[in-house]
């Protein structure tokens, strides 16, 4: 359970069972808000969403799920990645940008697989940040979404947002991860990861966020860092990858 004493002092300087209430209120909001946040990169496996996790870095989700199908079809299991062709793998990942880097990264997560795994994706987190490639932001993705294991995902948005809530001062993404997860339940930890991808991605943007539009305006200290004015506030509104 997370900690809730009302004398611990907090980045806001809030007390710390009044961050967890606030934290917890915005949260609901945002679940409210955002019914559908989940996973925007397709899947079936767990293999499929660890290879497009790790295929997703420097680049958009809209352009890793028009270009997994290819892939997924033409890999459909470790010891497929573990045994590609460097060329021809290439020639599919060239849309993704860093194409060499993803290729060598894939193949080699296909043979760690293969040869200390039997092929299979594990779902311990600490068995998973041991494969090329792959940290923990990418192991947390795979085990809550996957696997059910709850698991915080830092990526930006996540942490940007997670800073302008005042529910952390960490830059790192491993302290933001622990900081953060003291506020919650452990349960709810990977649909937060999302509802917080999702607002970042749509209303809280990192140069201009749209505050005069957010629906957690009046729990954010950092209101006012954006457009505050509801009409300008709400073309900035973005709809997300998936439109």
């Known amino acids: 359970m997370p900690t809730t004493s009302s004398t611990t ?7 710390r ?10 949260d609901r909001e945002l679940a409210g808000t955002y019914p559908d946040a989940r996973a925007e ?3 079936t496996t767990p293999l499929e969403l660890l290879v497009a996790t790790v295929l997703s870095a420097q680049t958009t989700d809209v352009r890793v799920n028009a270009t997994t199908p290819a892939i997924f079809a033409r890999y459909p ?3 497929a990645y573990a045994s590609a062709d460097p060329a021809e793998m290439e020639e599919l990942f060239k849309p993704l940008g860093f194409f060499r880097a993803k290729t060598r990264a894939v193949i080699g997560l296909g043979q760690a697989l293969v040869e200390r795994f039997d092929g299979e994706v594990p779902a311990r987190l600490e068995d998973l940040v041991t494969l090329p490639g792959v940290g923990r932001k990418t192991a947390n993705v795979v085990l809550g979404n996957a696997f059910g294991v709850p698991g915080i995902t830092v990526d930006t948005h996540f942490g940007r947002l997670a800073r302008r809530f005042g529910w952390t001062a960490q830059e790192d993404p491993v302290k933001v991860e622990h900081e953060v997860g003291e506020l919650f ?3 709810d930890w990977t649909m937060l990861s999302h509802h917080l991808v999702w607002h970042g991605r749509r209303v809280c943007h990192a140069r201009k966020p749209a505050c005069g539009v957010c629906p957690v305006a009046r ?3 950092s209101y006012g860092a954006g457009e505050v004015d509801p009409v300008a506030a709400a073309k900035l509104v973005k709809p997300g990858p998936r439109g």
């Not at 002092?9 to 007390?15: A, V």
């Not at 009044?18 to 915005?26: F, S, T, Y």
């Open 9 to 15: 002092t907090t980045p806001t300087g809030e007390s």
């Open 17 to 26: 069972l009044a961050l967890v209430r606030r934290a917890r209120r915005i």
């Open 41 to 43: 990169l397709d899947f």
């Open 77 to 79: 299991d470790a010891e």
């Open 185 to 187: 339940d452990k349960k």
């Open 219 to 221: 729990w954010c200290p």
